[in-house]
């Protein structure tokens, strides 16, 4: 499988809480309703959107991209009532012989300390591990972000250090945590879980 037929055919993953799935036009409210919140915006890339227009070219430049497969996300919808309350996704993947992601993530503040994120990365990094076949899958996030620092501990990550000034983002420039994960510390990690699984049962 090339990365260009990966976008193009972007499975649906799904957790006990969650579907993660390719998003779609109907999507553009609950898109908007969380983009639109500074506090969600605060330590991503993207600057929280002022109207529903903006937020609807953002799901337009997505729904491009499916079909040109180029990188795109996941919507996470949460299960229960079917809203869209954030995203994921390989921001970059090589599935030639380096075998390797890394991790992007939102979720709407509404959202927050419910265990969502950790949910959903921890079904991507199945997927990535086991039908792709990765051999690292790593994640940053700006020194402030204690949130994102925690999901990927939580999962299993490993923190390689800190990037100085590594990104330039709304007028300033910030440090970067590097976390990763290895194919064999993810094999290791699910083998513990599972024994500990039986010795509760």
Not at 104 to 119: D, M, P
């Amino acid at each position: 499988m090339t990365t260009e037929q990966f976008y193009k055919m972007l499975p649906t993953l799904e957790t006990d809480r969650l579907l993660l799935r390719p998003m779609r036009q109907e999507d553009v409210d609950d898109l908007f309703a969380y983009t639109q919140d500074e506090e969600t915006a605060r330590y991503v890339t993207w600057n929280a959107n002022q109207t529903v227009e903006q937020a609807q070219q953002f799901l337009t430049h997505v729904l491009s991209n499916y079909e040109q497969g180029k990188q795109a996300p996941w919507a996470i919808e949460w299960k229960a009532t079917g809203q869209m309350v954030g995203t994921i996704d390989f921001i970059h993947l090589l599935l030639d012989e380096n075998k390797q992601a890394e991790l992007g993530y939102a979720l709407s503040r509404q959202f927050w300390g419910k265990g969502i994120v950790t949910e959903a990365v921890e079904r991507v990094l199945d997927f990535g591990f086991e039908a792709l076949q990765l051999e690292r899958i790593q994640a940053r996030c700006m020194e402030p972000n204690i949130g994102s620092a925690r999901v990927m501990e939580k999962v299993g990550m490993t923190y390689e250090g800190t990037l100085r000034r590594l990104i330039f983002i709304k007028g300033t420039f910030h440090d970067v945590k590097m976390y990763s994960i290895l194919r064999d510390e993810y094999v290791t990690q699910r083998q513990a879980a599972g024994q500990n699984e039986k010795q509760h049962q």
